[in-house]
């Protein structure tokens, strides 16, 4: 008998999933998003397996937008 728990810095999700649908990419290389844009903002995802544990604060951690199987990375170190 047992637990398994393991951390992640990455969360990889998909559209369906709850990725946040503001986050376009051609729209943050016209104009870098910045956190104040989110800030106070909660978001949420579902219908992944398993149970997330995540990395507190001041950790990193990557949200990755799967789509079509393929990751694209966001991301950013604390107080960058």
């Not at 008998?1 to 376009?24: A, C, H, R, W, Y």
């Not at 951690?61 to 604390?78: E, M, Q, R, S, T």
Request: with cysteine; glycine share 6%.
């Amino acid at each position: 008998m047992g637990s398994f728990v393991e951390l992640n810095d990455t969360l990889q999700i998909t559209t369906e999933q709850g990725f946040p649908k503001e986050l376009v990419l051609e729209k943050h290389l016209k104009k870098p998003f910045t956190e104040k844009q989110f800030e106070g903002r909660i978001f949420e995802f579902h219908n992944k397996p398993s149970i997330r544990v995540y990395h507190p604060s001041p950790t990193r951690c990557f949200l990755v937008h799967n789509i079509d199987g393929k990751w694209l990375y966001w991301g950013a170190y604390p107080d960058d």
